[in-house]
């Protein structure tokens, strides 16, 4: 079964030409090493309570639009893919330990793997599974608080990028890379509020559209606002749809 990847780094379009600008500022011995801890402070702050993430990006002639909440023990995104003629959908809600998924045929046949027949059966359909799965687990990877500072990781060398202005926020930027799905390392911004709890505000992935791998942006707004999730009120039991019989459950 395909698994679907949440990384925030990965995916994500909409200030490039601002990032682009960005250059490395000139900065005394230990720079680095600044930059590194003033990273280090956004992941601890993005650990600690719920956002609302917004992600458009653009990698091998696809677009993806990925836009969710995060929550203590809940969590609920939703995926767009398109590529041509061809549009995939998926919503996805996390509560407690079990997943809930809704899609278009085209997203239950190319990301999940089920057999056309199963798509057009069950499209647009709640199917339910245990996020304890391994092969599933990752349909509903990202949605918890603490699961938002592994989504933002990138790699070094980290430096300082110029002291600008994000969403009317003033924002330090921190530069680093992230390897596309194709291995091909390219540079990341990160954006994070200059003062107070140093939370994410934007991460900008090849500002610079160095190479035709990927370009994207995420926001990251309504830190700490607490939502509600709710599962479905019935579902089907994803693991049972290569059964004979399928099983329909209460929320």
């Not at 990384?7 to 994500?12: D, E, K, L, R, V």
């Not at 061809?86 to 999940?112: P, Q």
């Amino acid at each position: 079964m395909a698994r679907k990847s949440t990384h925030f780094g990965a995916i994500a379009v909409s200030l490039a030409a601002a990032a682009a600008g960005a250059t490395a500022l000139a900065a005394p011995a230990g720079a680095a090493t600044s930059a590194k801890k003033s990273y280090t402070a956004a992941l601890k702050a993005a650990s600690n309570e719920g956002v609302h993430y917004l992600s458009t990006a653009t990698e091998q002639g696809t677009s993806i639009r990925l836009e969710g909440d995060t929550g203590l023990s809940n969590g609920a995104e939703t995926l767009t893919l398109r590529k041509g003629t061809l549009d995939e959908s998926l919503a996805v809600t996390l509560i407690g330990s079990t997943g809930y998924l809704k899609g278009n045929a085209a997203a239950l046949t190319r990301i999940l793997g089920l057999s056309s027949t199963e798509a057009d059966a069950h499209a647009s359909r709640w199917l339910s599974f245990p996020s304890s799965n391994t092969t599933l687990a990752q349909l509903v990877s990202g949605l918890l608080d603490k699961d938002v500072a592994s989504e933002l990781e990138i790699d070094g060398p980290y430096s300082f990028g110029k002291a600008t202005s994000v969403d009317g926020q003033s924002a330090t930027a921190i530069r680093g890379t992230v390897s596309a799905s194709s291995g091909t390392t390219v540079p990341v911004v990160l954006y994070i509020q200059s003062t107070g709890s140093h939370r994410p505000i934007e991460e900008v992935t090849n500002p610079g559209k160095s190479a035709k791998v990927i370009e994207g942006t995420v926001t990251f707004t309504k830190w700490g606002e607490k939502k509600h999730f709710s599962a479905p009120s019935s579902s089907t039991s994803l693991l049972a749809l290569s059964q004979t019989d399928t099983t329909t459950t209460g929320g």
